[in-house]
């Protein structure tokens, strides 16, 4: 369980990084903050590439600043998009390579959207138990 306060900075901080998202193809910017156990916030965006294929989203961009800096768990997530639209498949699974059932916010540019969960979103997910 995570304060109101620590809630409202992590998504603040998603929609803060969101101004940085590059994405002049799709034009549908993002912004992610993950809250990691030791209390640090680190961002991504979503940053587009004119190949396509190769862009890559600002869940996963965040994900590897964090485990960049060598910090390896989640605690909280907070998405910014224009819509409060819900990270993809592929982010899903990166983030529960380091996290739990995490609280979730997926939020428009002005805070307004939905709590859900890691596992909400992610269900069954494939894991390092699978791999013994
Ligand atoms: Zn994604």
Known sequence: MISSDLRDKL??????????????YSHYRVGAA???????LYTGVNVESASYGLTVCAERNAVYKMVSEG???????????????SPCGACRQVLAEFAGDVPVWLVDDKGNGRETTLYTLLPDHFGPEHLT
């Open 11 to 24: 998504i603040q901080s998603a929609c803060e990084a969101r101004q940085n998202a590059y994405a002049p």
């Open 34 to 40: 993950v809250l990691t156990e030791d209390g640090r």
């Open 71 to 85: 910090i390896g768990r989640i605690t909280a997530v907070a998405v910014c998009t224009e819509n409060a639209g």
